[in-house]
Nanobody, 119 residues
Framework: QVQLVESGGGLVQAGGSLRLSCAASGNIFGITSMAWYRQAPGKQRELVARITTAGTTNYVDSVKGRFIISRDAAKNTVFLQMNSLKPEDTAVYYC?????????????WGKGTLVTVSS
């Protein structure tokens, strides 16, 4: 089992910045990638950014050039630096981890942290 705890959400004005953190604990050795998803009211959950254990990253087009995903392997923590925030970035942001142990792939989710961007 892997436990994920997010922090860093809050209220910010458009154009501002926030940094989200996701701390992983438990059976972390099987984790192959971690990601941030978000879900806005009335919309489906969408992938925002992903980072693999090799450091490869990818982003949804709407955040490219504004958001940066990174990780501190020693602290088992993934970050999402969000710059130039827009009202349309308002959503609950969820941390996600994919783990493969003995060939069995499992997915884990955090409880989410709310980001609100005011215009």
């Amino acid at each position: 089992q892997v436990q994920l705890v997010e922090s860093g959400g809050g209220l910010v004005q458009a154009g501002g910045s926030l940094r989200l953190s996701c701390a992983a604990s438990g059976n972390i050795f099987g984790i192959t990638s971690m990601a941030w998803y978000r879900q806005a009211p009335g919309k489906q959950r969408e992938l925002v950014a992903r980072i693999t254990t090799a450091g490869t990253t990818n982003y949804v087009d709407s955040v490219k050039g504004r958001f940066i995903i990174s990780r501190d392997a020693a602290k088992n923590t993934v970050f999402l630096q969000m710059n130039s925030l827009k009202p349309e970035d308002t959503a609950v942001y969820y941390c996600y981890a994919r783990s493969t142990v003995r060939g069995i792939m499992e997915s884990y989710w955090g409880k989410g942290t709310l980001v609100t961007v005011s215009s």
